[in-house]
């Protein structure tokens, strides 16, 4: 009798019997496909130094490049504030992909709501779409906020966000006095940061309400952060301090919501009251240098606040933060936080010899790449290449500084602009210990054989890391443990029948 597993495989198994094998092999005949030898001999070629060089001369396409495109950031800047419903201005498809690509990575519904363009729209304009979509969104969900972005076919059409939602006001379609902050994000340029800076911008320009009468908390942005984790560590850092602290757009309690029985359309988020009075605080702390430069400059500007960028990975980055809140506050750090420092650097010392002289090649978004790049120093690791899509060149200037400060540093390789296609040559001219990068350097361990640490966004293919924290002391921690067990994990293997097989590591 077969057992149950037998009679209803999982995915793995399923493909691998008789029946879709014989599937497999028709399809082969039909599409006329090259044979084993053909394609195992090209497959060798393209691990080849003369394919590499070739393949970086490359300009006209990109090959899975670590980046997804601008209304994405967009969608998820909007989520982090209470009541706020995020909006498409475009086709159903795209609104479908943002949503979907959220829930892989966070195992949780990502309310977000779109127009519907379709052909005619393109041909006669979006605006009819707009009007629609804004008094139905408004009817149906009632958000106090309506956080708005672009797709590509509204952008390649140049319709013209500020004057529709205007023409909907003006024609009743929703309340004259109903905020809605526009963001024009194509996706044919720039990357899913570009998107969240955009959509940051037009929040605190619609939302902000800067008086004379400031307040003693501090405004912190996180940026495109898909760590929830790190959303609760800045608080809790904060109330070590004994400050009061604004998280600009906090998506934690939508994204992280209890199994209650009840589907609610909004649990929180930074509240649009902290939002309207975020002008009037002491200062800012932005801890996304790359991914948020022109909110950084409104808030400089126009908001006249002392704005400090810190990228709080690893030690050095830490102390970034903790100075920040110092010197902003006036506040001496906390004999708690102190402590914690202490704390990671006892970790390393106790991990380091088995991360000392490890080769890395690293692959993130630019904030993220310049922070792990910086703490894998710090452990005593060699990066040997760091790879950004979504790079400009003050990124790669910098990160050719930080190498040169470290003896170990000297050996890496900067490639901005660069796609995971570009790495897997790398992987196999000049092999590396480790990988450090988001799920899609999956098929880089794949096809080189190369342990894979999981960092980053997106993380499809592992639970609950977005929980964790990966910034301050503590994150420092959680980050250590993931790439000192990983080198452990890969020891046990590699001496799995040898008398280097021990119990203590």
């Given at each position: 009798m077969a057992s149950a597993k037998t009679a209803c495989p999982d995915h793995a198994e399923l493909f691998r019997s008789e029946r879709y094998q014989e599937i497999f092999d028709r399809k082969k005949a039909y599409e006329n496909a090259h044979s084993p030898e053909e394609v195992e001999r090209v497959l060798e070629y393209t691990k080849s130094l003369e394919y590499q060089e070739k393949n970086f001369a490359r300009e006209a396409a990109a090959i899975n490049p670590l980046k997804s495109c601008q209304p994405l950031g967009a969608l998820y800047a909007g989520i982090g504030f209470a009541d706020t419903l995020p909006y498409v201005h475009g086709s159903q498809g795209c609104?479908?992909?943002?949503?979907?690509?959220?829930?892989?990575?966070?195992?949780?519904?990502f309310?977000?709501?779109?127009?519907?363009?379709?052909e005619d729209a393109a041909v006669f304009g979006g605006h009819a779409n707009m009007y629609q979509g804004l008094e139905n969104a408004h009817k149906l969900y009632k958000p106090k906020m309506i956080a708005l972005c672009t797709s590509c076919m509204a952008e390649v059409i140049g319709?013209?966000?500020?004057?529709?939602?205007?023409?909907?006001k003006d024609q009743g379609n929703i309340p004259a006095d109903f905020p809605v902050a526009c963001a024009h994000t194509p996706s044919?340029?720039?990357?899913?940061?570009?998107?969240?800076?955009?959509m940051m911008v037009s929040i605190l320009e619609t939302m902000g309400e800067k008086s004379d009468k400031t307040h003693d908390a501090i405004n912190v942005i996180l940026g495109f952060d898909t760590y929830l984790g790190n959303f609760h560590e800045i608080r809790r850092i904060f109330g070590l301090f004994g400050v009061e602290v604004t998280i600009l757009s906090d998506p934690?309690?939508?994204?992280d919501s209890p199994t209650d029985g009840e589907y609610q359309m909004y649990r929180g988020g930074t509240s649009l009251e902290e939002l309207k009075d975020a002008p009037n605080a002491k200062g800012t702390i932005i801890l996304q240098k790359y991914a948020l430069p022109k909110t950084a400059q409104l808030i400089k500007n126009k908001w006249e606040q002392e704005v400090k960028v810190v990228n709080p990975i690893g030690i050095?980055?830490?102390?970034?933060?903790?100075?920040?809140?110092?010197?902003?506050?006036?506040k001496e750090v906390p004999d708690a936080i102190t402590r914690e420092r202490g704390q990671l650097i006892d970790a390393i010392a106790d991990s380091y010899y088995w991360i000392y002289g490890k080769s890395f090649a690293i692959?993130?978004?630019?904030?993220?790449?310049?922070?792990?790049?910086?703490?894998?120093?710090?452990?005593?690791?060699?990066p040997r290449h760091v790879l950004v899509t979504n790079a400009v060149k003050k990124w790669e200037k910098e990160t050719q500084a930080l190498l040169a400060e470290f003896p170990h540093g000297e050996g890496c390789q900067v490639y901005p602009k660069k796609d995971m296609w570009h790495m897997r040559s790398l992987l196999f001219t000049d092999p590396v210990d480790f990988i450090i990068g988001s799920s899609h350097a999956k098929y880089l361990w794949r096809d080189t054989r190369t342990p894979l640490i999981r960092f980053g966004f997106p993380l499809f293919d592992r639970h609950h890391l977005h929980r964790t924290s990966t910034i301050g002391y503590q994150g420092g921690i959680n980050l250590l443990t993931t790439i000192?067990?990983?080198i452990l994990d890969e020891a046990d293997r590699a001496s799995l029948d040898s008398p280097s097989f021990d119990l203590v590591r």
């Open positions: 609104a479908s992909y943002f949503r979907s690509h959220f829930s892989r990575h966070f195992k949780e519904p309310p977000a709501v779109s127009d519907s363009m379709t319709d013209d966000l500020s004057s529709f939602t205007k023409n909907a044919f340029v720039g990357s899913h940061i570009t998107g969240y800076d955009a934690t309690a939508m994204l050095a980055g830490t102390d970034e933060l903790i100075m920040a809140i110092a010197e902003l506050t006036g692959n993130a978004d630019p904030d993220q790449a310049y922070g792990i790049t910086r703490f894998i120093l710090e452990l005593g690791g060699e000192v067990n990983t």
